[in-house]
């Protein structure tokens, strides 16, 4: 008898237990007859609500990264190269190359004309030796484009004319992917390109002279606050 007793009176605590679980806490605040009680139960149900599961704002916060992950920060645009160009004569006399303009690029002329298969309107000599011709070739380019690309307004499209046209449009095209930068020379020859990534960088500018053109292609180390160089005939991949 005690035993059944027992028994009937677990099972209801189980279904009693049953009951109240399968109940939701707004459930249990909807069967509170009194207004003002069920109010309050609803408010707290709601603040254990708010303190059980993070806020939009915690959620939305970055999770701090493993220890050794490497985190990449991005260099600081602050270098500058500074430049003053001019041609040195002989009697020793110096001619600022004002109101030229100059271009930063991130790779040498030289070197993008060769992987760009530029090859000068006019053809240079043959040479057994690949690399002597393929120096030659450069030079022939620069040298050629430097004295067309002035007076190319002024030449006619016909056969030959049009070959000059194609060629400085290929040169022009395959330079001006690698343009970081371009600054214009003052009436005494210095200019300043700023707000520079640390890196190398190669100074590209043509002038023309009396004789012909000078060609500067010249590497230039921007690791430092600030780099100054100067440009003349001398340190010139073309000067005639």
């Not at 009680?37 to 806020?55: E, H």
């Not at 006399?93 to 004002?98: L, M, T, Y």
């Not at 520079?196 to 590209?204: A, D, E, N, R, S």
Request: aromatic fraction near 6%.
């Amino acid at each position: 008898m005690i035993r059944n007793i027992t028994t009937m009176a677990l099972l209801q605590l189980g279904i009693a237990l049953a009951v109240g679980a399968a109940t939701s806490p707004t459930e249990k605040c909807g069967a509170i007859q009194d207004a003002k009680k069920r109010l309050t139960c609803y408010d707290t149900v709601a603040k254990q609500a708010a303190n059980d599961s993070p806020s939009a704002a915690a959620q939305a916060l970055p999770k701090t990264p493993p220890p050794d992950t490497k985190i990449e920060v991005a260099p600081i645009a602050d270098k500058s190269i500074s430049i003053e160009a001019g041609l040195i004569y002989k009697s020793g006399d110096a001619k600022p190359v004002a109101r030229t303009t100059f271009y930063l690029l991130d790779e040498s002329l030289g070197e993008i004309l060769r992987k760009a298969d530029v090859k000068p309107p006019f053809d240079a000599p043959a040479n057994a030796d690949v690399k002597v011709r393929d120096m030659v070739y450069t030079k022939l380019v620069l040298m050629q484009y430097a004295r067309i690309l002035p007076v190319l307004d002024k030449i006619k499209r016909d056969q030959e004319g049009q070959r000059m046209h194609d060629f400085c449009e290929l040169v022009t095209s395959s330079l001006l992917p690698h343009v970081v930068a371009k600054e214009t020379t003052s009436f005494s020859g210095k200019a300043k390109f700023a707000s520079l990534k640390p890196g190398t960088y190669y100074v590209f500018g043509m002038y023309p002279t009396q004789r012909g053109s000078v060609v500067w292609d010249l590497s230039v180390d921007a690791t430092k606050s600030e780099a100054n160089i100067t440009l003349d005939q001398n340190n010139a991949v073309v000067a005639d």
